[in-house]
């Protein structure tokens, strides 16, 4: 098993790493993590889990959520009650 690599997610406007946003890569997948709470983690598959206590914790934890996702908020919102995203407690 590798050692996991963390990385600040970086501006899609000005390519500057964004303060208290990381990404964490690991053996299994990634994980978005804003502060000191992981929001989301998607595995190697494809497949994502949110935290289902704080994935939409804040404006600006959403805002990097979505940036993380590839999505609005509506389309996670979609995804979740379809059950294409699992919700699990993440911290």
Known sequence: MSTPS???VTS???GRAIPNQFLIYTDEGVIFQSYSSVIA???HAGHVTLDRD???YS???G???NL???EKKA???RKIADGTYDLDDLN
Do not use: A, I, S
């Open 6 to 8: 963390v990385e600040n």
């Open 12 to 14: 899609p406007t000005t």
């Open 41 to 43: 983690f998607r595995d």
């Open 54 to 56: 704080k994935w939409d």
């Open 59 to 61: 404006t600006t934890t």
């Open 63 to 65: 805002k990097y959520r």
């Open 68 to 70: 993380f996702l590839h």
């Open 75 to 77: 389309d996670t919102e």
